[in-house]
T-cell receptor, first 114, second 113 residues
Framework: DVKVTQSSRYLVKRTGEKVFLECVQDMDHENMFWYRQDPGLGLRLIYFSYDVKMKEKGDIPEGYSVSREKKERFSLILESASTNQTSMYLC?????????????FGQGTRLTVV | GENVEQHPSTLSVQEGDSAVIKCTYSDSASNYFPWYKQELGKRPQLIIDIRSNVGEKKDQRIAVTLNKTAKHFSLHITETQPEDSAVYFCAAPGMDSSYKLIFGSGTRLLVRP
């Protein structure tokens, strides 16, 4: 059973703080993703990675960066948190970059920036 | 740019009725179309997917149809039950990178008992 685990369910941070959201998957998946979920906007892709140390921008990368030093771990970094980054953040992984396969999601991190 | 449009945003049906959710996509080269269900407070989970070499796929009460010419695909739920109440998302591959998924904005389905 695939397991995608995000380090926190809830986070409250202050404006200007540097924030790290961590995600770990245990099924040796090549692809990992960070999405942001807001009401009425669906799931918007922030960044994704198809291999260690590889990353590509999604649709809304501004204000975010990512790190993938190990295959199982994908970190989302908010360099200087702002109130408009208050949202639900979902990490996901999928098996193979050669073909599309099911994406498995983490439980989500609800981030509030005050 | 790439886009996946999903309609309706909310849908309310009587238990036992059918529900249909539609999505359109922009990249004619897209070849994989999954549907995810997200129950309240839970993570999205895949319920059915279809690849471009078939026009329809069924799994018990749910089915997905694909019209490649018109670039749209639909989720059909028959004999709806209260436990079908959830938010449903469609998705399609990104134009410039086939292994990223672009999601629709979601449909909140309410099945009234």
């Amino acid at each position: 059973d695939v397991k995608v685990t995000q380090s926190s369910r809830y986070l409250v941070k202050r404006t200007g703080e540097k924030v790290f959201l961590e995600c770990v998957q245990d099924m040796d998946h090549e692809n990992m993703f960070w999405y942001r979920q807001d009401p009425g906007l669906g799931l918007r892709l922030i960044y994704f990675s198809y291999d260690v140390k590889m990353k590509e921008k999604g649709d809304i990368p501004e204000g975010y960066s990512v790190s993938r030093e190990k295959k199982e771990r994908f970190s989302l970094i908010l360099e200087s948190a702002s109130t408009n980054q208050t949202s639900m953040y979902l990490c996901a992984s999928s098996l193979d970059r050669a073909m599309n396969t099911e994406a498995f999601f983490g439980q989500g991190t609800r981030l509030t920036v005050v | 740019g790439e886009n996946v449009e999903q309609h309706p945003s909310t849908l309310s049906v009587q238990e036992g009725d059918s529900a249909v959710i539609k999505c359109t996509y922009s990249d004619s080269a897209s070849n994989y179309f999954p549907w995810y269900k997200q129950e309240l407070g839970k993570r999205p989970q895949l319920i059915i997917d279809i690849r471009s070499n078939v026009g329809e796929k069924k799994d018990q009460r749910i089915a997905v149809t694909l019209n490649k010419t018109a670039k749209h695909f639909s989720l059909h739920i028959t004999e709806t039950q209260p436990e079908d109440s959830a938010v449903y998302f469609c998705a399609a591959p990104g134009m410039d990178s086939s292994y990223k998924l672009i999601f629709g904005s979601g449909t909140r389905l309410l099945v009234r008992p």
